[in-house]
């Protein structure tokens, strides 16, 4: 059978402990999607209190398209989250949206703390846990203390 993985995050901003994980999946599935979600207003709540410029769902998918150009097995969806209540209200509406942009999923990427949840509502699909310490560094520190994790940030994005 075909491994199809999928990544979810909001990835705000990619840096890269993700590109370390989306660069094991890669080797690890025959196609994987990334799942960029996008919940406009609580993105911008998110980085209004960091401080942080908000970035579209749309430019973050454009970094990640540049930087795995030319790899074929990668995909990169955006997942529109508004209208949805926040994690972890609404998982049955965010299931069915998840299964539309990825219909055959059959291997879940995702931090420990996520387990139940993915065997809960993709039971179809292997749970496969990330090492998210494995490059110290997390999205909210990258936002919050900015040039102090630059170098975290990938490629792609310091420009912008």
Same mark, same amino acid.
Request: charged share 30%; hydrophobic share 35%; proline share 6%.
């Given at each position: 059978?075909?491994?199809?993985?999928?990544?979810?995050?909001? /990835?705000? @901003?990619?840096?890269?402990?993700?590109?370390?994980?989306?660069?094991?999946?890669?080797?690890?599935? %025959? $196609?994987? *999607?990334?799942?960029?979600?996008?919940?406009?207003?609580?993105?911008?709540?998110?980085?209004?209190?960091?401080?942080? @410029?908000?970035?579209?769902?749309?430019?973050?998918?454009?970094?990640? $398209?540049?930087?795995?150009?030319?790899?074929?097995?990668?995909? /990169?969806?955006?997942?529109?989250?508004?209208?949805?209540?926040? *994690?972890?209200? !609404?998982?049955?509406?965010?299931?069915?949206? /998840?299964? $539309?942009?990825?219909?055959?999923?059959?291997?879940?990427?995702? %931090? $420990?703390?996520?387990?139940?949840?993915?065997?809960?509502?993709?039971?179809?699909?292997?749970?496969?846990?990330?090492?998210? %310490?494995?490059? &110290?560094?997390?999205?909210?520190?990258?936002?919050?203390?900015?040039?102090?994790?630059?170098?975290?940030?990938? &490629?792609?994005?310091?420009? !912008?």
């Amino acid at each position: 059978m075909k491994k199809i993985g999928a990544f979810v995050g909001k /990835f705000l @901003p990619p840096h890269i402990g993700h590109l370390s994980v989306i660069d094991n999946a890669i080797k690890f599935c %025959d $196609e994987l *999607y990334v799942v960029i979600s996008e919940h406009k207003s609580k993105n911008e709540a998110i980085c209004k209190r960091d401080n942080f @410029p908000c970035i579209s769902a749309e430019l973050r998918k454009k970094w990640f $398209e540049k930087h795995y150009a030319g790899i074929k097995n990668v995909h /990169f969806v955006i997942l529109n989250e508004g209208g949805l209540k926040a *994690y972890p209200d !609404d998982l049955d509406k965010w299931t069915v949206k /998840f299964n $539309e942009l990825v219909p055959n999923a059959n291997i879940k990427l995702a %931090d $420990e703390s996520y387990r139940k949840f993915n065997e809960k509502y993709f039971p179809q699909c292997k749970f496969v846990p990330i090492e998210r %310490d494995k490059i &110290p560094v997390h999205s909210t520190n990258i936002r919050q203390e900015p040039h102090k994790y630059m170098e975290y940030i990938i &490629p792609e994005a310091k420009a !912008d």
